[in-house]
């Protein structure tokens, strides 16, 4: 506290209990007095803080409500005049809204709504039936067995990404939406997979090497909620390739033997009997 | 319209003042108690005015801060009679623990209601005199005390968060 001013001035001053004359004179000393208005500073602070901590609205709030309304009515008042002083330029006055009369709607000839929509269900029924259902690309097998083939001639080759003694340790890896184990196949020797791209999203590609050292792989893509089809088998440029769904994935098999092939789909769990060739009848 | 918001205004002013003042959740049980006591005693003021059309709305309002106050020292005392003295308030659970409100809720009942009804209720020092009923002389001193040990306070909040940090590690942790 200074010597010089009073407490009881400074507290006046602080809480706004002045009068101007007073206040004009305390703030002319508060200028040449640094410790003044570091006192000055420390009960402002207090002040504020107390006020917040009990949520009273800050002394000398701004009032945001009326300044926007106020900008508001601003605005509309020169929007008005700006519309006025174009009506002016134009030469046209506002007219009033003409009162209409409500007039009825004349009636279309030729059939009703309910009729209209008889005939065209009648209409896409018939298209269905001769045509068949509309179809937004290739069935199942079909992209499944070029996507193995993709798969295949461009990964099979190459060193596997998760190697994998343990076909169930392999699943638990790859997680929840791949977590297949892949199925031991008599007479090939898992080798491991690779990420790859299915007919659809992303798949897992096992590989397999046979007794000659020669890679059968296996590409398990997973797809909502398709039906299950018979496998198909298609041999394309000296591989065999089968491809299937069932229980929310698809599955495309390759190897260039057709016994390492047939093999690995009995171990998937599809009955060989049930394949059927697909090349014969794309092509 | 205008005088209905100044009421509502005044309302909220006393609501947060009692908040402030009062360390004791015996005294205003819950929100529907301090509405109806609120509304009490800002009815008994607008009354005056009714009955006096020329009064002054702020003289109205002082009289409701007024009231409320000597509820509360009344309170005070008749708890500490009932308890031989040894009543103290205690720091209502449930509030706000800020180094400001601890600070302000510290300091005893005299100084705290004089410096809530300057900073907090916007009173001069003269509304202050007249609604706690003391000279201005003797507001003036309890505001500077209290504002004094309210900033002892809060230095000392400070400096502890400051040295919060160095000391933490000496903290055993078993």
Known sequence: MTGRVDPAETLAYVDDCLEPEARRDFEARLTADPELRREVALWESQSRAIRAAFGAPPRGALDLGGAINENGARRSGEAARSADDAARRSGAARKPRETTCPVAKPRPSGPGPTARRLVGALALTASFVCVGLPSLGPPPPSALLAAGVSAVRALADLPVEFAAGDPAALARRLGPRLALAPPPAPGLQLVGARLAAGSQTTAMLYLYDNARGERVALL?????????????????DGLSVAAWTGAGYGFAAAAADDADLAALIAAAGVDNDSLTDAGAQRR | MSSVREWSDDAGALRRFGLALVRDDRFVFDDVAASALIEKLFRQASLTLVECPGGDRRAARVR???????????????????EDGGWIETPPSGRNCGSAAVGVRSLP??????????????????????????????????????????????????????????????RIVK
Request: net charge positive; aromatic share 6%.
């Open chain 1, 220 to 236: 398990v893509e997973p797809l909502d909620e398709i039906a299950a089809t018979p496998p198909r088998r298609r041999e394309i």
């Open chain 2, 109 to 170: 009942l005299e100084l705290r209601e004089a410096l809530l009804l300057v900073v907090l209720a916007g009173f001069t020092h003269r509304e202050a005199a007249a609604a706690l009923d003391l000279p201005l002389a003797v507001v003036v001193d309890r505001l500077v005390r209290a504002r004094t040990r309210l900033a002892a306070h809060m230095g000392a909040a400070r400096d502890a968060a400051a040295a919060w940090p160095q000391t933490a590690h000496l």
């Open chain 2, 64 to 82: 409701a801060f007024a009231q409320f106050v000597r509820l509360y020292r009344r309170y005070a005392r008749r708890l500490a009679l009932d």
